[in-house]
């Protein structure tokens, strides 16, 4: 199932995409009477509540799509989109290429640069689709990568690669925009007044 967030009559709604069209899951849970709506109240929500909500999510747009319950689908056109997950709790990026951007160039890579590399991207730089993306004048390279996101659905903690695959809940794509010139620098340089 295709999961995204839309904002319809000025609400943010959690929606199903299928064959051009967005079905209000709340909504379609309410009118086929397969589910709790409150558990479409966001797509956090949603995924919160397991394998369960999609069984029943997909039980509710068959049901609402063979009843021809018009209101809960709308023309993916006529929408807008967000974010799929507007606010998200954590963003981090863990880089592990051999193939760079920009040109397609092999890297050299020094000792220590396969190493993981996390970073934090707090949820008040995510947009949406057609949204503006914002730069501030201090970044000298802004830069973007296409990237593959890993939604977890999942808590967990030294998890065995085999089992990995049980906190995934899902995928979709964004582009992540950097400013190069911090993510190349080695160390950010510290002021004598930098206290920890």
């Not at 299928?18 to 009118?31: P, R, S, V």
């Not at 397991?50 to 319950?69: K, N």
Request: aromatic share 8%.
């Amino acid at each position: 199932m295709k999961l995204a967030t839309l904002i319809w009559k000025n609400a943010e709604r959690v929606g199903a995409i299928a064959e051009g069209h967005i079905y209000d899951l709340a909504g379609c849970l309410k009118a086929s009477g397969k589910g709790d709506p409150a558990m479409a109240a966001s797509v956090a929500a949603f995924l919160a509540a397991g394998p369960i909500a999609l069984d029943r999510a997909a039980e509710a747009v068959v049901w609402v799509q063979a009843h021809g319950v018009e209101r809960e689908a709308h023309p993916l056109d006529q929408v807008k989109l967000l974010a799929p997950i507007p606010r998200l709790e954590n963003c981090c990026v863990w880089r592990q290429l051999r193939r760079s951007h920009p040109g397609g160039r092999w890297n050299v890579r020094r000792q220590g640069e396969d190493d993981p590399r996390f970073f934090i991207k707090p949820h008040t730089v995510v947009v949406g689709p057609g949204d503006p993306i914002r730069i501030p004048p201090s970044a000298a390279w802004a830069d973007w990568e296409l990237e593959l996101a890993v939604v977890i659905g999942k808590a967990g903690r030294d998890i065995a690669a085999d089992r990995a695959a049980e906190h995934i809940a899902g995928y979709t794509i964004f582009n992540d925009i950097s400013a190069r010139e911090l993510t190349f620098r080695q160390a950010l340089p510290l002021s004598p007044e930098t206290t920890f």
